[in-house]
């Protein structure tokens, strides 16, 4: 296993007996084929984030509100007291699981783990500093989740002292905690800490609850009374937890962590020990004994639970719990073998990745943990780590994430909400987190790498029904994309792959050649794109281009010239490309003015459904219509302008910007769902609505304050290189090691890059040093590269996927997965009709040494960084 020649398996199964078989009599294959079938195609390795329902589960969940009636049970009448009874046998259900006693337990349940954890900040019994006191103090491990860590914002805001303890000091605290040990001193702190790092997996011995709240473990030296929160929310999703031999004092969970579902539903496990401390300010329905308006008179509940449960609790999803812990036993047999089979796939996976060389001797991994993954007892079903080049660099894991997508592996990158554990793992100081921020990045977004060094990680995690197949999937993975990649392996669309179209493509109304031009060559004028532009519209004759090197035009190596033009009137659907085209305030006229959506109103994109490539829209400016057509279908026609009586406005988002779109009718919406298979609409952003665009951070303004979009990403315009392109060909070209070459013509990379223009260039990726281009009399600034995702995998004509051009284009780039440049408008003149036409001539301006060509000052383009 150590080389790159063997293979993920045999010998390694022997670290997992019997996980194949399934619990006991239920093989896990037969388990997974009836009780999660959505999962077939998919890998799904993100149950530290969510584990996945049983179908059983919701089904006789559902039965259970179908066969009774379930009422508020703050009223008193059958249906009332039924649900009452029911949510207090949940209760009972739920101490018994975790092995806790009624008298010393109590069960508040909570809208989630962070629920409880804010309840808590709110509740506890806190001490502020005063002149003879030190007050309360509240610590936590570094290695704990955002929730936790936030605590401090409430607890300050009291004058409560806080203090962050790294594991490593925590480890070495007995002995400073038996000085600090004060019997008479009852002054309360808390200590919080995970039993399990949503981060690593590494699991935090359980006897320090004990050992803490008798003084013989302190995370600071100062006298006075400890509690033990117990982050439990991660740990308790594969394992038992025995609160009867480890008390902790207030234990937060999330339900959907152990089996799936509901998911707006937690619960705040609390002892007797400090029940009774626990302080209330707000009182909501429910709580309250006896109560005056007029007066301030309020007697609480004598109930622990119905004190804290403000309001009418969500009394269905507890309902939902039982059936949680019903399917659980039914399924598995017990936490117990779930904790077995979790970590035996986990221990299995990290024995393989830490085995994988390249030939060089480099690692393919970097695994960031505290243990060997020697048992259970020390280790979640957790791994966290970065992949490597042979170099020793990190690949940024939103690389990783896009590679895996292809694969239809779901995994989770970033820092987890665990900046702690990240900063300690990956190596990254206080400063470099602030810096990091100043240079624009958040939390959650992708920004992998700042200066070569990562910013976050990989994290994959197992749950009960996850087989050894998802481990050697994502194992082959690993393998084939970064040590010997498969050339050529196609898979057909989500769903019923359509073949080639052979409809004959029109635009603006007369009929054309193909969208597509001939591979090789430089694409042939469109007659009737050309009609609606004036006499002036340039168009460029059809040129053979040499397969043995960069296309260029005429072979003049020094002249950049736009060699094709295309909109997409329906976004992720098909291009439409013509010769010369008007410019509108937001980019080309009717470039993604609409989309499709689905039943709940969600965009969809080729990442979802690949055959949207298939929908062939043509825009008819002399009558005003767009045309939609699709193989085996009969083409429908859409008005390009809505009728403003008729048209209902809806709210839609588009890369969390809010835009306001209208329906398109009915006719359309059947047309498409007949089409897809399931329900969709067809939707066009308001012609009365501004989509402002946004300035990204360190950018400089935007050329113009009114800069507009559509329902476009990024920009206006996307722009593509041929010589870029043709670079890439060439690598594909030799990128099978078996000596077969597969064909990936030109204009099949071209459509796959999805541009607005496309120019002859001299030299690949040049485009990525310029600051703007001229184009006649437009002027555009260029506001940064595009971030390539999977979809330029899709073929355009087929909608089959190969993984092959984002694999070797994320090899030959390195680091970000970037092709082509996004631009703006820096000036455009509404006075007068603006035509884009193939053929022009485009003038770059560089980054550094800003250069013009021999042009009179009155056409030299402005200083777009002014």
Known sequence: MAGVGAEPGAELRALAPGFAHGYGQCSLHELRAREFHRLAGTVYLDHAGATLFAQSQLTNFTKDLTDNVYGNPHSQNTSSKLTHDTVEQVRYRILAHFHASPEDYSVIFTAGCTAALKLVAEAFPWVSRGPE????????????????????????????????????????????????????????????????????????????????????????????????????????????????????????????????????LGALLV????????????????????????????????????????????????????????????LTGGMENIQQHTFSLAR???????????????????????????????QGPILNFNVLDDNGNVIGYSQVDKMACLHNIHLRTGCFCNTGACQRHLQISNEMVKKHHQAGHVCGDNVDLIDGQPTGSVRISFGYMSTLEDAQAFLTFIRATWLHPAAGHTTPPAAVALGRGTAQDRAAGQDTGSPSPREGALPAPAPAAVGLCPASCEAVRAQPMSSGAAPVLDGDLGTHVVTNIYLYPIKSC????????????????????????????????????????????????????????????????????????????????????????????????????????????LIKQSSSFQRNAKKKHGQDQFPTTTATLSLVNEAQYLLVNR?????????????????RQESFPIQDLISRFRANIVTSGTRAFEEEKWDGISVGSLHFQVVGPCHRCQMICIDQKTGQRNQDVFQKLSESRKRKVNFGVYLMHTSLDSSSPCFLSVGSQVLPVLKENVQHHDLPASEKPQDVSS
């Open 723 to 739: 010589s870029s392109v043709w670079e890439l060909q060439q690598q594909l070209s030799t990128s099978d090691e078996k000596g």
């Open 133 to 264: 006191s030190s007050g309360s103090h509240f610590c936590y491990l570094t290695d704990s989740h955002t929730s936790v860590v936030g605590m401090r914002k409430a607890i300050m805001a009291m004058d409560v002292t806080f203090t962050p303890v790294r594991p490593e000091d925590l480890r070495l605290a007995e002995k400073r905690g038996a000085a600090a040990c004060d019997p008479t001193c009852q002054l309360p702190h808390l200590f919080c800490y995970p039993a399990q790092s949503n981060f690593s997996g590494t699991r935090y011995p359980l006897s320090w609850i004990a050992e803490v709240k008798a003084g013989r473990r302190s995370p600071v030296s100062t006298p006075g009374k400890w509690f033990v929160l117990l982050d439990a929310a991660s740990y308790v999703s594969t394992s038992p937890l025995d609160l009867s031999a480890h008390q902790a004092d207030l234990v937060p969970i999330s339900f959907y962590k152990i089996f799936g579902f509901p998911t707006g």
């Open 271 to 330: 002892h007797k020990r400090v029940a009774p401390l626990l302080r209330k300010t707000y009182f909501g329905g429910g709580t309250a004994a006896a109560y005056l308006a007029g007066e301030d008179f309020y007697v609480p509940r004598s109930s622990v639970a119905e004190r804290f449960e403000d309001g009418t609790i969500s009394f269905l999803d507890v309902i939902a719990v039982k059936h949680g812990f019903d399917t659980l036993e039914r």
């Open 348 to 378: 299995y996976t990290y024995a393989a990745l830490s085995s994988l060389r390249y030939p060089n001797g480099a690692p393919v991994v970097r695994i960031y943990s505290d243990t060997e993954f020697s048992s259970p007892e020390v």
């Open 574 to 681: 098909a291009a439409f490309e013509v010769s010369s085209w008007p410019v509108g305030k937001q980019g080309l006229l009717y470039d993604r003015s609409w989309m499709v959506v689905n039943h709940n109103g969600i965009c969809l994109s080729q990442k979802q459904e690949p055959r949207l490539c298939l929908i062939r829209p043509f825009i008819h400016l002399q009558h005003r219509v767009m045309v939609i057509e699709a193989e085996g279908m009969e083409p429908i026609e859409v008005p390009l302008e809505e009728n403003s009586e008729q048209a209902q406005i809806c709210q839609s988002k588009v890369c969390a910007d809010r835009v306001n779109t209208y329906d398109c009718g009915e006719n359309i919406s059947n047309w498409l769902s007949r089409f897809f298979g399931r329900p969709c609409h």
